[in-house]
Structures are given as C-alpha cells and as structure tokens.
C-alpha cells in the first residue's frame, strides 16, 4: 500500500514537470496541469491557485478526477486561511467539493510527515486521519464517526446492490506495514434494482488485523452479524448473533483461508478451509466441515423460504446431521452426511412423514460408495410404514438401490433394482418388485375409505419415470373382492403435476359381488362379474374417456339380487323407476333371481352412451331374470353425462347407509 | 388504368386492416380462443362473481 | 361510378366473409377436469397474487407468464414466498395453455393459445398493474 502511493506520486511529479507553466501574477500564483495519470488514478484539467492577502487562499480545481474507474466532475479544494509557517502548511476552513461540499481542516508538516486532517460532512458525523507520513515507519489512525456508508456508492460497481442507509463508526490503524480496524455497522440498508439482493437494518462489527509478511500479507478477521434481515436470492437470512471468523495469508496471487468457522446460532458450527486463486478465479483446495448441525433451526431459518409453495414447505424437523464436503476448481470431490435420529413431518397436511432416520452417505467424485440409511418408520398419506433399511450406491449423479422392503400394515412393498440418475430432461429412475399380501380390510380402513375384503398383492412389473411420465411394462395384477384386478399399459404424465393424466387398460375376472355391494351399502347380489375398462384415461383423476363393460362372470354359481340393489340400479336410471317398484307388487319380494347382469359404458366429452346385456323394445336390459321371483331391469336412457351418473351413484352409497334388510 | 389500380389496392389494404387479416391465422379460432381466454380470466381473477360461479357438485334437481 | 361501386361490393363481401368465418367458430372444449383443476388452483392463488400485481412487484409478461418485476416493494422475509408464487403460478399457467390446446386434439395450438391469452390478461388487468409491451418494457397500465 505504501508502496503504491510513492508510484503513484512520482508520476505525478513527472507529469507536472512535463506539462506545466508557471503564471505568476501580483496577486496570485496559480499552477495548470492538463492531465495527471496514474495506475488507478487520473485527473483532467488540474488548476491550482493561491491567491488573497498573503496568498492565503487556496482553490484547487479539478474538472474530471478517476478514482478505480470512477468519475467524479469538478471536485475542487478551497481553503479561505491557508497557513503555511516553515514546513507546515494548515487549513481550518477548508472545503472540499465532491457534489456535495464537505467542511474541511488539515495540518501537514513536511518536515517530520506529521499530518492531521478532518472532514465533517454534517454535526454528528466526522472521517478523521492523524498521524505521520514516514515511509516504512509510517503511522496512521483513522477514526470514523458514523460515517455514512452511501458515500461508497460510488465506488461500488454499477451492477452492485446500492447502499440505501448505513453508518459506520470506528478505528482504523495503519502502523508501518499492519493493519487494525474495528468497525462497527449500523442500520445498513442495500438493495438492487429488482430487489433480489437486499438488506435492512443491518447492524454488525468487523475486526481486521493485517500484518506484511514476505511478498504478502497474513490476515485475521471476524464478522459478527447483530441485527437486521437479508435476502440473497434465493436466501432469506435474519440476523441471529451469527459469527464468521477467518484467518488466512494473501499473497503471490492467491488467498489461502487457513482456518474459519461459520458459527450459527441454534443451527451448530461450520469450519471451513479454502483457497483462492485471483489470477485464474477459481476455488483451490476446500474443506467445509460441521460436526453436528440442529436440522430442525435449519430448516426453520435457511430451508423454510426456499422451499415456500412446495411439498416440503411446512416440516417440523428433528435430529443432527454431520457434514463435510471437498471441492477444488473442477467441483466438488466428496460429500459426507451422517444422519442421527432425523425425523420430518407434514406438519398440517400430514401427507408423510419419516421418523428415525440413521444412516450415512458417501459421494466421491468419479468413484462408486456404498452407503446406508434406516428408518424406524414412516407416514405417507396416512399408511403407516414400518422399518426400512435402505441400501444406496451412489456414483455420479447416479443412486441405485439393490432390494429394500418397506413393511405396510401386514404387508409390504418388496422393490428392487431401483436406479435414478439425473440427465438433460430431469430426473428419470426406475424400479420393479412386488406386493406381499396386504390386507384390504386394513388398507382402506388405515385411508378412510368403506372397508373392503381381500388383499392387495402383486407383481410390480418394470416401472419407469422419465421425461415427467411413468409408465409400466407388463402388467400389475391385484387380488381383490376374491378375484383379480390387473392393469396393464399404464402410463402416467406429469404425476407430479397440478394435473396428473393417467392412461391404462383394466381387466378384472370373476370379482365377488357379495361382497363388493356389501362394501359400497348397494343392497346384496350374489354372484361374479368380469369388468373390461379399455381406453381409461384419467385427468387429475376424473375420467375422461374410457370404454367399460361390466358382466356376469361365466360360470355355476348362485344368482341373487336383492330388492334393494334393483331399486338402486333402477335409481342409476332416474328416480323414476324406483318409486314404481315401491308402487308394484314386487316390494313384498326381500330377493329375486337373475340370468345374466351387464352394462357398459362408452365416455366421450362427459357423456356415457350406455348399453345393456342385450336390447330391449326402446332400450337395453340391464338385469335379465331369471329364476322366480325373477325381475329384469332395463334401461331406456342411452345417453348419461357422465358427472350426472356419478353423483346418482354417490347418492345411491351415502343414503343408503342404514340398512333396509332387518 | 393506373388510377384504378390504386384504388384497387387501397381497397384490398383497407379490408385487410378492418378484418385485421394481418394477425388472423385462419388454422386458428383467434375469436374462439379470446372468448375461451375471457373466461377463464374472469373466473380466476373473479371479475364477474355473479355471471360466472365456480361449478359446484350439487346433483340436479330431478334427473 | 360503376367501378367504384363494384369495388364497394367487393370489399363488403370481404369484409362479410371474415366476419363470417370470426362467427362461424365453435367454442373451444375449455370444460374438461384439468382445465377444471388448474383454474381452481390459479384462482386460489390470485387472493395472494392480486396485491403483489397492485403493488407492481409482480407484472404480466408479454409472453402470457408472471414474473418478478420490483421486489423492492415486499417486505424482505417475503420476497422467498413472492419467488415460489411465481414460480407455481408459471407451472399452472403452462399447463392451462397446453391443456386447452390437448382437449381441442390440437396440441400445435399451445404457442397461438399462449399468446391469446398473454393479450388478454393485459387488456383485462386493472389499472396500475404492470405489463410488459411488445418490446419487453415495463408499462404501469
């Protein structure tokens, strides 16, 4: 530093000489000098001049003044009682013109160096240097007494967020070739112009120490963070009483950080080691490392705003986890978390949660880890899950894990092969596996549904998401109501979606209608059907379009409908027909016979264009007879909006719940 | 002759800015699509409450 | 005088058969449940969006989208929240226009229905909203 300033004023001298002519007049002295230049610095168009009784006023003029690519036009000094004894020259009312004028007073003695100097732009506000010019032996003390930090401004790069408010107010010491400051901040305030990058009230100190060693400099500092908010894109941070200390050498081109340690409170402590390249911009070796970091300060002070309008944007978090982490100028090198007892909740939705998670996982870079997380349980749309070990390997951005099973009810989920990898077009994996038996009872009861019989079990065939659409190879078979469901060419767009569409073809065999009239409270049909749904496509889980057709299973088996259950197919129909069954003689009949049940539905734009086993005068029979007594229904209906057919079915479920039978 | 052909011209150039043929993609139901925008505007901003409600699932009075 | 007249002609009968073609268009299928779907959840979100449109630290683009045009006007703890709306609100309104465009079996319409309703939620904004005009800029309406 002090070197640059002795360049810096033998070119000036050099300039002056080559440029200047001396114009001495009665009253005044006065200096020209066209242009000054210097590394960093220049001034265009320098006039000086004494003049006044006794030469006692000084104005010094300079038309453009360049200060680190800054401009600033017609700055000039005046002083109106310029004192010069031997080789002191002082000034108490100087002012200095920068746009704003600036009371001034300064004393320099050329002898010894002794300078002292003050500026006071405003009553409660004073930027002070005193002390002596020496060379080596050079000794300054800078005082700043709520400086005003908007006078940096310009200084400042024009893309930089532009202070606002702010004052500073400390010491600075400068002795021979180390550096003391203590500052303390206030009030600062600073944002750009889309407001990204902001801060208020900001209030902190900075502790410098710097000391020449060799060729550079050894330095310590430490910041600490007292009062105010600040938001970074896409960070929103709140003071906390967090510290930053660092201790470090700059020098030879490079800035090492020998030691440093982010203390955040509530959060844990972050120590980091890092080096800086300036020539080529770029990180050298880094280390960050935390023991023992509090997830759940975390999440609630760094996490929560960036994860606002997300799944995950309301989580109570538990549990530590240890982290560190090695980087160097081609990235990251590894990556080691150690998890202890995390736990995260779905705090008012509830649509998962895990508890108990324990594990570790390693990343190096270019190289295959293995790691391991357990579970002691889990929630995930209120089916409790029980524990799970999970197996990872991890290469790249790849993770892959070999088998796991994940306990549901008296079930579970057996998957294995599961691979994910990121690429251009976003996360794809892919997993098969199957279902182990899981009661129906168990889980339509645990996600409030009627409680249905049988189980769920299956195999899960190769399912694959990629390009925001999961799709299946095969086919998904489910064992339910004692027959079988299997879904084959499933497809799902965009599940993660506002609206999910989902594509399938659905065969079902010999389902046991006993027991499904029994569960949606539809009266009681004895029998099998067989259900056909081709074309289903679902969006944001409505039908849209499908081709359905429901039948009685082929086969010997007892075919009973109940009065109730063809009061409610008729009422499937419009509340007409069932009010003449109440009417007719059949209402002293608890049950009757049927040949043969079916009905299909064609769903085009909202409307089902229904049909029945076969066709009847003006229509289609939906319940042929048989047997005595024996009752067929038929409808006459062909078109029904499909919004319409549902609504009569939710009716035909929710009022029906007591039963009529007694 | 170079009179007419003028006009003729102006004529064509005229019915081209009142029909606005400059931005009508005939593949395109612009109309269509402005009155569908309108009301999908209306409804999520909710600039007519009382002509344009939100569907409800309440069933039919009579089937 | 007869050429002139023929020429009116002509240009009525022009003029008739745009309007024709205008009238002859069907309503586009905009009743269908993902259209359903993404309007709800857009119309949930103008309750938070609305003063953040009055109060300019969000504008409609020229391009049919939101975007965060002044956050200087939210309070600092919010401008996080202010981001995700955007965000969300640019999902939803994606998905409407490709969604309007599928239930019409034209998926190549996606771009033309964009830029239909980009016009429109401009000429419908209230006034001291931001939108951007054609050049890009800022205009406080």
Redesign the interface.
């Known amino acids: 530093m002090v070197r640059r300033i002795a360049i810096a004023a033998a070119t000036f001298a050099a300039a002056a000489t080559a440029c200047t002519a001396w114009l001495a007049h009665a009253k005044e002295i006065s200096l020209e000098v066209d242009d000054i230049v210097a590394p960093a610095f220049s001034a265009r168009s320098v006039r000086a001049s004494l003049s006044g009784p006794g030469m006692r006023e000084l104005a010094l003029r300079i038309e453009r003044l360049t200060v680190g690519g800054r401009d600033w036009r017609k700055v000039s000094l005046t002083c109106a009682d310029l004192q010069t004894s031997g080789s002191r020259v002082s000034c108490t009312r100087g002012v200095l013109d920068v746009g704003e004028k600036i009371p001034l007073s300064f004393s320099y003695a050329s002898d010894r160096g002794d300078l002292t100097a003050e500026l006071k732009p405003a009553a409660d506000e004073t930027w002070q240097v005193s002390g002596r010019l020496a060379g080596a032996r050079t000794a300054l003390a800078a005082r700043l007494v709520n400086a005003k930090l908007e006078r940096f401004n310009t200084l400042l790069p024009p893309s930089a967020p532009k202070l606002t408010a702010g004052r500073a107010s400390g010491t600075i010491d400068l002795q021979g070739s180390a550096v003391k400051a203590r500052v303390q901040l206030d009030g600062i305030a600073f ?1 750009d ?4 990058h ?3 009230k900001i209030g902190g100190t900075i502790e410098v120490d710097a000391a020449s060693e060799g060729k550079g400099w050894r330095w310590s500092t430490r910041l600490a963070w007292r009062a105010g ?3 970074w ?4 941070l ?1 003071a906390k009483g967090q510290r930053l200390a660092l201790e470090g050498t700059t020098g030879d081109g490079r800035s090492d950080i020998r030691s440093g340690s982010l203390e955040l409170p509530e959060i844990g402590t972050v120590d980091l080691k890092a080096s800086w390249d300036h020539e080529r911009g770029v990180l050298g070796e880094t280390e960050v490392r935390s023991a023992r970091l509090r997830l759940g300060a975390l999440y609630e002070q760094m996490l929560k ?2 994860l ?3 799944a995950l ?1 309301d989580l109570r978090a538990e549990g530590d986890a240890a982290v560190a982490l090695t980087a160097s100028g081609d990235g990251l090198k590894s990556v080691n978390v150690e998890l202890r007892a995390v736990s995260l909740e779905d705090r008012e939705q509830r649509r998962f949660a895990l508890f108990g998670a324990n594990g570790r996982i390693p990343w190096r870079q270019g190289e295959a880890t293995t790691g391991e997380l357990t579970l002691e349980g889990a929630e995930f749309l209120k089916l409790p899950i029980g524990a799970v070990l999970i197996p990872l390997r991890l290469r790249g951005t790849g993770l892959a894990i070999g088998a796991m099973r994940v306990p549901i009810l008296d079930g579970a989920l057996a998957l294995k092969d599961f691979a994910a990898g990121t690429t251009t077009e976003g996360w794809r994996w892919r997993l098969s596996g199957q279902v182990e038996p899981i009661s129906m009872e168990k889980l339509t009861h645990a996600m409030g549904l009627p409680t249905m019989h049988g189980a769920v079990s299956g195999v899960i065939p190769d399912v694959r998401y990629g390009r925001q659409t999961l799709s299946m190879d095969g086919a998904l078979a489910i064992k339910v109501f004692d027959g079988t469901v299997t879904a084959h060419d499933v497809q799902l767009i ?1 599940p993660f ?3 999910p ?1 989902l594509h399938a073809e659905l065969d079902m065999k010999g389902l046991d209608l006993e027991l499904l009239t029994r569960t949606f409270d539809f009266g009681t049909i004895t029998g099998r059907i067989d259900a056909h749904v081709a074309g289903l496509e679902l ?4 039908p ?1 379009r499908l081709d359905m057709r429901i039948e009685s299973s082929p086969g010997t088996y007892p075919r009973r409908i109940s009065q109730r259950a063809v009061q409610n197919i008729s009422a499937l129909g419009g509340a007409g027909a069932a009010a003449a069954i109440q009417r007719s003689f059949l209402r002293f009949f608890e049950q009757f016979g049927y040949a043969r049940i079916g009905l299909s539905c064609r769903l085009r ?2 409307v089902c264009e229904m049909d029945g086993v076969e066709k009847a005068p003006q229509g289609y029979v939906i319940v042929k007879g048989g047997g005595i007594p024996s009752i067929s229904v038929i409808g006459y209906n062909r078109s029904v909006s499909w919004r319409e057919l549902v609504e009569r079915l939710k009716r035909i479920t929710q009022e029906n719940v007591k039963p009529i039978v007694k | 002759m170079t009179g ?1 052909a003028g ?2 011209i102006a ?2 150039t ?2 081209c800015v ?4 400059v931005t ?3 593949y ?20 007519k409450p009382d002509a344009v409600k ?2 409800t699932d309440k069933p039919a009075a009579t089937p | 005088m007869t ?2 007249n023929a ?1 009116r002609a ?2 009525l009968v ?2 008739l058969a ?2 024709g ?3 002859a ?19 949930e979100r ?1 309750a938070q969006l609305q003063p953040l449109y009055a109060s300019g ?1 969000v504008g409609l683009t020229r391009d049919g989208n939101v975007a ?7 309070p ?2 919010q ?3 202010v ?3 955007v ?2 609100e640019n ?2 309104r994606a ?2 226009y490709r ?2 465009a599928r239930a019409n079996g034209k998926p190549e ?1 996606e771009s ?2 964009r830029a ?2 980009a016009q ?2 401009i000429d ?1 904004a209230q006034p001291g909203w931001y939108y951007q005009n054609a050049s890009g800029a800022w205009v406080r309406k």
């Open positions: 944002a112009a889309s407001g990204l902001a801060a208020e908010e600040l938001f894109q896409p960070l929103f709140a705003p960036l606002a309008q997300t944007s965009e979606g506002r609206a569409r969006v944001d889980w409505q849209v734009n909202g | 007419t006009w003729r004529g064509v005229l019915a009142l029909a606005g043929c009508i993609n005939i395109f139901p612009a109309a269509a699509a402005e009155r569908a925008a309108d009301r999908i505007i209306d409804e999520v901003w909710q600039l939100p569907k | 050429r002139l020429l002509f240009v022009l003029l745009f309007a073609l205008a009238a268009q069907a309503n586009l299928e905009i009743n269908t449940p993902a259209i359903a779907a993404l309007q709800r959840s857009m119309q103008h630290a965060l045009r002044d956050a200087n006007a939210v600092l703890a401008r996080a929240q981001n995700a709306l965000a969300a999902q939803d998905a409407l969604e309007i319409w033309d229905i239909t309703f429109r939620w419908k």
